[in-house]
Every structure is written in C-alpha cells, then in structure tokens.
C-alpha cells in the first residue's frame, strides 16, 4: 500500500535537518543503528516485521506540493531549505535483518548509511513502523506457540488503535503464526486468508436459534461454523447446531470446515461437555473455536491445565493492541561518522547502562549450534571483521567479560544477518509475499530452543560483542573518562 508519509516525522528532525542543510560542513554521511533494549511481553525474542512498508516509505519518500506549502506556511523554514525539500530524495544505504527473523536487544535491525540530514529525516517513520509490526507479530507468535498446533485467527480490528493499526497489525499478525484474519482489507492488501462466522445478532435477528443456524448453513454449508452461546450454550445452542448438522448429512451435504465457536462462558468446561455431545452424534471431525479476550497465557492455561477441547482460537483485543505490553521500544542511535573517506565510531553514554551504545558500522553474525541447528548467540562485530567455521570461536558476555564460551570449530555455523534494502537510494531488496514471509517466521522459530520461547522466565539468547568492538568500546569510554 503505497502513500507519501514523508511529513510523518516530528517536527525536530526537520528543524535539524534545515540546520545541517545552513552547515553544510556538517553533513557527513553517518551510520545510524535502529535496535531495541529489553524483549517485549518478558519474552526471550522478537520478530522483526515492517520492513516492507519501511521500503514503500522510502521509495516514495518526496516532499509534494501541499507539503512543502504547509512547511511553508509554519514561518520556520528559509526559502533556500524549502527549495531544496522540493526536489528531495533518499540517496543512502539501508540494510536491515529481513522480515520474519527472530531477533534480539541491542542488535541493529536496522541500518541507515546516509548524509546525516537525510538519516535524521526517516528516523520517526522507521521506528513507527517497525516498532508497531514487531511489537505485533511477537505477540502473534506468543499466541500461536500457547495454541500449539491449533490455528490462530487474528479478529482484532474493531479494538486495534485505528485503521493503519488494524490492517498492519494483521499483516504483522499473520507473520507472526496467525492462520488468517478477519480484516478484508488486509487480506486484499497483502493477500492473507480472511475468515469469520456470524454476530449475535445474526442469530436475535430470527425467531429462534435454529432458524439462524439453518439459513447460515443454507449460504455457507463449507464454511458452517456456528456460534451457539447467544441463549444457553448446552440447552440450546449445541443441541441446534448438532440437529443442523444432521440434517445437512441426511442430504448428502459433505461436511467440512464445520464447528460450533464459543464467546463466554467457562470455556474449558463448556468445551468438554460440547466435545462430547457433538461426538456422541457422530460429528467426531467438528471444529470447536473460541473466542472471548484470549491472550497466550489463558489459551495454556486451557489446553494444558484446563484440559479444554478447543482446537481453534480467535483472538483479538490482546493481540493487536499488544495489550500487556504496548510500546516495542525501538530506538535509533548515530554509531558512526565519515571523515576523510573512514568511519570513526560514535557512543552515547548514559547514567543507564543499558543505554550505553555500540559504536561503530557494523554488522551481525548469527551462531548455531551445529548438532541440533539451534542459536548459541548473536555475535555484533565491525562490518570489516571476517570469521571462519574452521576455527575456534570465543564468545563473551560484554557486560561480564571474563564469562566466557569457546565454539570448537566444526560444532557451530555462522549466518550474517542483514542484508541490502536500498544502496545509494535505489530499492535492491526483495518483495515477498507475506505468507511466504509467514513460512520463513515458521522456520526461524525452529532455530529458537524451547527454554527462549517459553511464555515464562524464558532463557535469553547471549547476544555478545567481538573483541574488537569490545576493546572500541571501552576505549571510547576511557576517553571520556568513564
């Protein structure tokens, strides 16, 4: 979905960027770094999503007309800058970790290689955007790991925080595990299975249950799932759902993607006593879904504790509006200046020392275990360093560097992560469809052991700093007397 968002910026980067533009000495190109500091939802990951549309931000990045007349018209901005924005373009480097991956804090997932007023510009967008969508599709992927082999069905729309929220937010939804959604316009947009039932009020609407459940299963005898909680689930509900069903089998009606859903109530014992009055009838292959302020901890607090014989779950305002946890955190730092054709790192030191940045133009390089194809550690070094599997490699804890672990050459493989989006301002990347994107997800999950994604005190995965970002680092400290 292509639109200019270029003025959705805070208005200090574009009072910063007039300045560069007056200091023309200033405007050197500079790295900027785009992570974040602490998992999301007490998590042991994240999932990075949004970087398409970060990719259509920029490509259509361009100050139009009624931009520049509005910039105009706020007395802040000289003529000569406002000439300039008329014929803006991005004409840096942006690499990033692709969509779908698993990731960790204080790793870029983002890279902008650019003049420092262009870099300056696209920094609120960016973290807008994937701030939002990860933030989404790590909850999502929360969600479908509690429902373990069950399908998960994003139905958030009508509490998300608004259209863009609603539609990105199942697009993010659907990377993270969701099997669908209920938002058209998303599944028109970005081409993801859309699915529903009916509405209470579908069923008020008639004279009596039974009418309701039989004239929907008149339009939908494929796609016949029955919400049976609108009077009295087992009374009613169940009892009518099952005598529409036998009447669809008594006409030759093949029945699949059929089922009951429920919306209140006490959903492990309602489940129960429905499963065994829908097996009882001979309707053993029937669908019970749920829904009903689902989140991933109640969802195994039913299947695991609860013993409750749902196999399909909706889910909604706890996940797209990431309701525990509602901000990702992303923020965007300068690592790096060019002088004289080099790159001299750049630190942000804080009284925090979580806020301590890496400096320097970087890159990451991923560490499996090699027997079982799981993450032993992340690895952040200088984008000049090379490592080889044919040797031994040691990490260590940054924060706690005599802790230390050796890789045996031949027991570990390494991945670098980032990859190209734009090179000097041309888009070089990949468009990819989503439930591809979804797949990939899928995959990388795998690489994950069970300790990080368990929804509890998970493990964290060791994201360390080579040695000789490590001696940069501390030598930038002990030059500003730290």
């Known amino acids: 979905m292509s639109e200019n968002l270029t ?27 785009a992570f974040y500091r602490e998992n999301p939802f007490g998590s042991g990951y994240a999932i990075c999503c949004g970087i398409e549309q970060l990719a259509e931000y920029i490509k259509n990045l361009h100050f139009d007309e009624s931009d520049i007349s509005y910039l105009r018209s706020l007395g802040t901005f000289d003529e000569d800058f406002i000439e300039y924005l008329e014929n803006f373009k991005f004409s840096g480097d942006i690499y990033v ?29 960016l973290l807008n955007i994937v701030n939002h969508q990860s933030l989404i599709a790590t909850k999502a992927s929360r969600v479908c790991y509690a429902a373990q082999d069950d399908g998960v069905m994003e139905f958030g729309l009508r509490r998300a925080q608004g259209p863009d929220a609603g539609t990105y937010g199942a697009r993010a939804a659907v990377i993270g595990g ?3 959604t209920s938002n058209v316009l998303a599944g028109k947009l970005f081409d993801i299975p859309v699915k529903g039932t009916h509405a209470h009020s ?12 039989k004239e929907y299963a008149k339009l939908y005898p494929n796609a016949c799932t029955l919400l049976v909680d609108t009077y009295d689930t087992l009374k009613s509900g169940v009892p009518n759902a099952i005598r529409v069903f036998k009447e669809m089998r008594d006409e030759g009606i093949e029945l699949k993607n059929y089922g009951i859903r429920l919306d209140s109530g006490d959903l492990a014992y309602l489940s129960k006593e429905a499963r065994r009055m829908l097996d009882e009838a001979g309707f053993e292959t029937a669908v019970i879904s749920a829904s009903n302020d689902l989140d991933e901890y109640l969802i195994e607090s039913l299947k695991l504790q609860q013993g409750a014989e749902i196999t399909s779950w909706g889910v909604g305002t706890h996940l797209i509006t990431a309701k525990d946890c509602p901000s990702f955190g992303g923020v965007y730092k300068l690592a790096a200046i060019m002088k004289d054709g080099e790159f001299i790192p750049k630190i942000k030191l804080s009284e925090n020392t ?10 990451i390089i991923r560490v499996y275990e090699k027997k079982h194809n799981k993450i032993k550690a992340d690895l952040i070094c200088l984008n000049d360093e090379n ?94 007397g730290r």
């Not at 579908?202 to 459940?213: C, L, N, P, Q, V």
């Open 7 to 33: 003025l959705l910026t805070d208005l200090y980067e574009l009072t910063m960027m007039q300045a560069y533009f007056k200091n023309k000495n200033k405007n050197e190109t500079v790295v900027f770094d």
């Open 97 to 125: 970790i692709p969509e779908g991956s698993v990731i960790f804090p204080r790793e870029p997932i983002v890279k902008v290689i650019a003049p420092i007023m262009e870099a300056q510009l696209i920094e609120t967008a």
């Open 178 to 180: 969701c099997n669908g």
């Open 202 to 213: 579908w069923i008020m609407s008639f004279e009596d249950e039974y009418t309701a459940f």
């Open 354 to 363: 979580e806020k301590v940045t890496n400096p320097g133009n970087k890159k």
């Open 387 to 480: 490592f080889n599997e044919k040797d031994d490699l040691t990490l260590f804890d940054p924060k706690e560097p005599w802790k230390k672990t050796v890789m045996k050459a031949g027991t570990y493989t390494l991945s670098e992560l980032m990859v190209p989006l734009f090179i000097k301002g041309e888009y070089v990347g990949e468009k990819k469809a989503v439930m591809d994107i979804r797949e990939y997800c899928m995959q990388e999950l795998d690489t994950l052991w069970n300790e990080t994604r368990r929804l509890v005190n998970p493990h964290n995965v060791y994201v360390d700093l080579s040695q000789k970002l490590y001696d940069i680092k501390i030598q930038l400290l002990k030059d500003m």
